[in-house]
């Protein structure tokens, strides 16, 4: 037999206030049974801890210039570009004024690596992935709802409100770096 839907009764034609309680402290239930359930399933995952802690290591030296590889970092996505001299140069020079976010180049990149640009790849909007070589700015463009990023990975235009995220990083040496 198929579930019937369930059914409301009141004693009268409107809720009395006490229904009204009743189905209230119902879902104050249902949301507490989901806050001392979350505890208890996040300790029964084994890795949880390492994954927190996990850091990479990356080769630099096979990325060409002008181009982008996209790697994983504790299961989100990484843009590593290899910046030309043109993208540099242009993202230095972009007054702050023009930002919605507003970060210098230097802040974007590490002193004496300004050709690396490392930043989670995922749109500060909804968190798309947006695409590379793209958009009014020639940096990235995220289709979703149309937000551009410039060469320093900063957003310039569409909904998204902040610059792509940074990760942490450092390099170990001028062709490897370590992520997290
Ligand atoms: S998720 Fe990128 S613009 Fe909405």
């Not at 189905?23 to 979350?38: H, K, T």
């Not at 507003?102 to 590490?110: G, T």
């Not at 947006?130 to 009014?136: E, F, H, I, L, T």
């Not at 902040?162 to 770096?177: I, Q």
Request: hydrophobic letters at 40%.
């Amino acid at each position: 037999m198929a579930d019937q839907p369930t059914q409301v009764q009141h004693d009268g034609p409107t809720p009395s206030r006490r229904d009204f309680i009743y189905v209230a402290s119902g879902a104050v239930g249902a949301v507490g049974v989901a806050l001392v359930a979350w505890p208890l399933i996040d300790q029964l995952n084994p890795d949880a801890s390492v994954k927190a802690l996990a850091s990479i290591e990356f080769d630099l030296s096979g990325i060409e210039e002008g181009q982008t590889l996209t790697i994983m970092w504790r299961g989100l996505p990484v843009f590593v570009r290899h910046r030309t001299a043109d993208n540099i140069t242009v993202a230095q020079n972009t007054p702050l004024t023009d930002l919605k976010d507003p970060e210098p180049d230097s802040a974007r990149v590490k002193e004496g690596h300004e050709q690396w640009l490392i930043m989670i790849a995922n749109c500060t909007h909804l968190g798309c992935i947006p695409v590379g070589d793209a958009g009014d700015f020639g940096g990235w463009f995220c289709p979703c709802h149309g937000s551009h990023y410039d060469t320093a990975g900063r957003v310039r235009k569409g909904p998204a409100p902040k610059n792509l995220v940074l990760p942490p990083y450092d390099f170990v040496s001028d062709t490897l770096v370590q992520i997290g």
